[in-house]
């Protein structure tokens, strides 16, 4: 008797396995940098209010210079961790934006992540 797996699907269940063993380490494998690039991202939120200087309601936290140079860096790590993820991904890159592109920063966090880089066996 066939496997209901082979059946439904017209491939073995070891097929299946070794499909869900890459789609799980894919997650693994760029988790390093997603949770980096989703903390920055989380920063940016409240930063956007804190950085208003006249028409700001609310309780400062943070003076509004701190927040937008915070911002502007978050923005500038944010640019390169994207370019790096997609890279990293084999996503092919569109057109980009000219903004100031440091590709020695890329080049320095592609051999961080991947170095990082847990295939689970």
């Known amino acids: 008797m066939k496997n209901p ?12 396995i ?9 997650k693994v494998k760029y988790a ?10 989380i920063q940016q939120r409240p ?3 804190q950085r208003k200087d006249t028409h700001f309601t609310g309780i400062r936290v943070v003076p509004v210079w701190k927040a937008t140079a915070q911002a502007f860096a978050n923005k500038y790590r944010l640019r390169h961790l994207y ?3 997609n890279i990293m991904k084999g ?3 569109q057109e980009w934006k000219k903004h ?6 890329i080049d320095t ?12 066996s």
């Open 5 to 16: 797996i082979e059946i439904i699907t017209g491939t073995t269940s070891q097929e299946v």
């Open 18 to 26: 070794t499909t869900n063993e890459v789609k799980i380490s894919n």
């Open 32 to 41: 390093a940098i997603r949770a980096e690039i989703k903390s920055l991202s």
């Open 47 to 49: 930063l956007k209010r």
């Open 83 to 85: 370019r790096a993820y």
């Open 91 to 93: 996503v092919e890159p």
């Open 100 to 105: 100031d592109i440091n590709q020695h920063l």
């Open 109 to 120: 966090l592609l051999v961080k992540y991947k170095s990082e880089v847990v295939i689970p």
